[in-house]
């Protein structure tokens, strides 16, 4: 007898988040390698908000599972993209506000590469081998 499976798939969630973070400390050591500490900071800070979007996402879109909570899983996925993007846009502000040392092009390639893996995860994670 086979076991019932959820309508959403937590395990993609969490393997973009792993992804995220290992890329974060990837970037900032080549950051730090190539251009120093600021950038290394400009470019955590980037990353960082990438990452505080997707965990919001990934906590609003993924708390409900199963069939007779089909309307629940559509409104957390709604309500995490758009507290995503609110959270995009307020962290983005408050680094350009109070953070005077601080290199944008930087900031904006390590958010940039943080969305590049989001397409990255999903591309592999639908198209890859099944279990």
Do not use: N
């Amino acid at each position: 007898m086979s076991q019932p499976r959820p309508l959403v798939d937590r395990s993609q969630a969490l393997q973009l988040l792993k992804w995220q973070c290992v890329l974060a400390v990837a970037l900032m050591l080549v950051a730090t390698l190539f251009a120093g500490a600021l950038a290394a900071l400009s470019m955590a800070l980037g990353c960082g908000i990438a990452i505080a979007g997707s965990v919001y996402f990934a906590l609003q879109a993924f708390r409900h599972a199963g069939a007779t909570q089909a309307q629940q899983i559509v409104q957390g996925f709604y309500k995490g993209e758009a507290g995503k993007f609110v959270i995009t846009v307020l962290l983005f502000a408050a680094v350009f506000a109070w953070v005077k040392a601080m290199l944008p092009g930087w900031l904006l390639s390590g958010f940039i590469l943080e969305q590049l893996v989001t397409w990255g995860v999903l591309l592999v994670g639908t198209t890859g081998p099944k279990k």
